[in-house]
């Protein structure tokens, strides 16, 4: 590794880190998920247990399920309840800044310089910005990275602080279910690492019965298994769906991994058996679902770092000679420190013409219309992705169908969700047949918005830039 001080290093993890920070805190917050979450930890907390049955939507009421991420619900909530979006922005920048920190300090540890460490780390950064929604998978990102960190010591005999990954597991379990990554990462160090494979398998023991220290003890590994198989994550959740080379972050993957053939022909050492099994398998699963993107390219920055040629080492990172330490480490804060100046609450005095911290899709002024027109009763058909937000800001009305696809709704309800949303003939019959009486549309569903005001069957109550409401004119009984 370089001989450089640490100053210069820490100047370094702030050029890494001030873009990313910048480009969290200006990210506004998806409607998708994450009010939701907001709902759930707030229940968990007023009623003192994580709910065991739907209560949020209309056609799963009363079904069970569990709620793998309850811990991140209730932080998110907390955050909230404090600090506001603001709070939110802070805590999700926090995390990104924490994990990206983490990535640059593991490849620092595989004798690449500071230079080098930081372009790697940007790369990873900007491809993975995609992966950045305000939601819990955000709070196991550097988990992950600290389990493949004591790994790595493992495998270099380096095995005082192994009885980490125990907490690291109970932590991970309860806050989102990715958790069963760690256990393929511990699995793949047992087979073919080269550490002393009693003490990992004592700890993966241990590891693997706190796991168990959870609302729903057993059936939540029961509930990740059958989220993995869930037929309608495959069929219907682009999360789930291949990878395709669209948009530049997947650029940036795609070119990536088709650089790594030129590096491994002139890398200064050959990877570890270990190294090798964590890029294959890791890669495998990115090419199998875009969800797991994000967690590939935390390995591929990695393995890019332990196979980097030492003509492209010595390039980057010359010697230098620091003779202003003092000046490094008031930089690296500055550009650490600065990024907080976006926040929510501060960059509105910067420019008038400020980024929005939330969506502007969000339905927040329908909904709060809807809340002061409670004569407008009966069920509720809503768009998908404005379920999140209803089920956060209306909670005396169940939604119809929402963003939590994995874990309660079936295939069936899904195609029956989309064959009403593209106006599909019968589709009045179909919301007859359910008894509904109120429509919650967005504009981004052009074809049934287009039906409805075309039905006399549907009169308009609201509109704004986001989303429509109509009532039946003559309500069903």
């Known amino acids: 590794m370089k001989n450089s001080s640490h100053s210069y290093d ?11 920070l910048t480009i969290a805190i200006l990210l506004p917050v998806q ?66 800044g924490l994990t990206y920190a983490l990535l640059w300090v593991l490849m620092r540890q595989m004798e690449i310089g500071p230079r080098l460490a930081t372009l790697l780390t940007l790369l990873a950064g900007l491809s993975g910005s995609n992966n950045w929604g305000a939601r819990p998978q955000l709070l196991a990102y550097p988990l992950f990275l600290a389990v493949v960190w004591l790994l790595l010591k493992w495998q270099e005999r380096e095995q005082k602080y192994l009885w980490a990954l125990i907490p690291l597991s109970f932590v991970w379990a309860n806050l989102h279910g990715s958790f069963i990554l760690f256990f393929i990462l511990v699995g793949l160090a047992f087979v073919f690492g080269a550490g002393d494979r009693k003490k990992l398998f004592q700890v993966a023991l241990f590891a693997l019965a706190v796991t168990l220290i959870n609302p729903r003890g057993l059936t939540l590994w029961q509930s990740v298994l059958e989220t993995l198989l869930s037929p309608v994550s495959n069929k219907f959740v682009t999360e789930w769906s291949p990878p395709v080379n669209l948009g530049w972050q997947m650029n940036i993957f795609f070119a990536w991994l088709i650089l790594l053939v030129p590096l491994a022909v002139f890398a200064r050492r050959r990877p570890t058996v270990l190294e090798f099994s964590l890029f294959i398998l890791f890669s495998w699963l990115a090419f ?34 620091v003779k202003t330490p003092t000046i490094n480490l008031g930089l690296g804060t500055a550009l650490l420190l600065m990024p907080l100046m976006l926040l929510p609450g501060f960059r509105e005095n ?3 013409e400020s980024i929005p911290s939330i969506d502007p899709q969000t339905p927040i002024a329908a909904t709060e219309w809807l809340s002061e027109n409670p004569e407008f009763s009966g069920m509720m058909w809503n768009d998908v992705v404005f379920g999140s937000y209803l089920i956060y800001g209306l909670p005396a009305r169940p939604v119809w169908m929402d963003t939590r696809f994995q874990i309660i709704y079936t295939p069936q309800q899904v195609e029956q969700y989309l064959f009403v949303q593209a106006a599909q003939p019968g589709w009045d019959s179909y919301l007859e047949e359910n008894g509904i009486n109120l429509l919650f549309l967005a504009k981004t569903q052009p074809a049934l918005v287009e039906a409805v005001k075309n039905s006399s069957q549907w009169c308009e109550q609201y ?4 989303a429509f409401i109509f009532s039946r004119c003559e309500p069903l009984p």
Do not use: C
């Open 10 to 20: 820490f100047l370094w993890l702030g050029i890494a880190l001030f873009p990313l």
């Open 31 to 96: 409607p998708h998920d994450y009010w939701w979450y907001l709902r759930l930890g707030r229940d968990i907390l007023e009623n003192g247990a994580v709910p065991t049955i739907d209560t949020y939507s209309s056609i799963q009421a009363g079904q069970p399920l569990v709620y793998q991420h309850w811990l991140s619900a209730v932080l998110l909530w907390l955050t909230y309840k404090v600090s506001g979006i603001s709070g939110t922005v802070f805590l999700l920048a926090t995390l990104i």
């Open 288 to 321: 199998k679902a875009n969800r797991f993107v994000i967690w590939d390219l935390f390995i591929i920055a990695a393995f890019t770092a332990s196979l980097m040629p030492d003509f492209i080492t010595k390039f980057f990172d010359r010697p230098v000679q």
């Open 350 to 352: 910067l420019t008038s």
């Open 463 to 466: 509109r704004d830039d986001v």
